[in-house]
């Protein structure tokens, strides 16, 4: 047989109304019952049953980020990440940004002198074959190699 406890639901609705702070939970644990039974007495208090969570900043410009929603075409990305839309498109190229100067290394062509990049994987490759990466292009290969078959042209 269960134990009926006498609760007073003035007392938890006046606890409730002088202290705004209190959570359900709260109230329960000082008059020993659940949260949930705090609810349902309190269920006629407005602001008595409140969502304690702060509501999320973007981390970049610090705009209120609203709810996701997937049927109003939010991206949960972004708000997982905890960036607004603008935010999120410039965070998500300055990571690829990083990403391939992570992944990469920078070189300037012997021929053309233009800026190119290799994967770090290819470089280490060719080092590994005693190669150098000196050339942007095939067709800078085939100038460096034509100009060393003739080198009187």
């Known amino acids: 047989m269960a134990i009926i406890k006498n609760i007073d639901k003035q007392k938890i609705i006046n ?6 702070e209190y959570t359900l939970a709260d109230v329960g644990r000082m008059e020993g019952i659940s ?5 349902v007495i309190a269920g ?7 969502h304690t969570h702060l509501p999320r900043l973007c981390k970049n410009c610090g705009k209120l980020l609203r709810p996701y929603r997937p049927h109003k075409g939010l991206n949960y990305s972004s708000h997982r990440e ?4 603008d935010c ?16 990469n290394q920078g070189f300037v062509c012997e021929i ?3 800026e190119f990049w290799r994967r770090n994987s290819a470089v280490k490759q060719a080092f590994d ?13 085939g ?7 003739r080198p009187g042209r």
């Open 143 to 149: 100038r460096f190699r034509l100009s060393k078959s």
């Open 35 to 39: 949260r949930e039974r705090v609810r």
């Open 88 to 103: 999120w498109e410039k965070e998500k190229q300055r990571r690829k940004e990083e990403r391939f100067k992570r992944t």
């Open 129 to 141: 074959r005693g190669a150098r990466v000196r050339f942007c292009s095939n067709k800078c290969y």
């Open 15 to 20: 606890l409730l109304k002088e202290h705004p």
């Open 44 to 50: 006629d208090i407005p602001g008595a049953c409140r």
């Open 82 to 85: 905890g960036f607004c839309a």
């Open 112 to 114: 053309c002198g233009k």
